[in-house]
């Protein structure tokens, strides 16, 4: 009928679950969810964005993470930096006490 701003989020949150991991066996448990996103990605709103989205017969399993995506390994040994010498700190002069300020002159 009509797609809510609620449908095409929900619908675009599950549609790599549905076509990647949530094979028939995990499907049989949520019948009215498999229904209403079949319905959606039906659509021809979804279609045209999204092209045909089929489901997954058996999950995915874990693709192995290339060594070169990984971040470099850093050493256990830390470079031993310099002993700092800190400055000694020097104090804030204190804010002299505000004076009150004068009053306002007054038309009489």
Do not use: Y
Request: aromatic share 8%.
């Amino acid at each position: 009928d009509f797609l809510t701003l609620a449908d095409i989020a929900l619908v675009c949150a599950l549609r790599e679950g549905f076509a990647r991991v949530f094979d028939a066996a995990f499907r049989k448990a949520f019948p009215k969810v498999c229904a209403w996103f079949e319905g959606c990605v039906a659509m021809p709103q979804f279609n045209s964005v999204l092209g045909t989205v089929k489901l997954c017969a058996t999950t995915e399993k874990p693709q192995p993470v290339l060594k070169e995506f990984l971040p470099p390994v850093r050493s256990e040994k830390k470079k031993e930096e310099p002993a700092k010498k800190e400055a000694p700190k020097q104090e804030a002069p204190k804010a002299a006490a505000k004076a009150p300020a004068p009053a306002a002159p007054r038309d009489d």
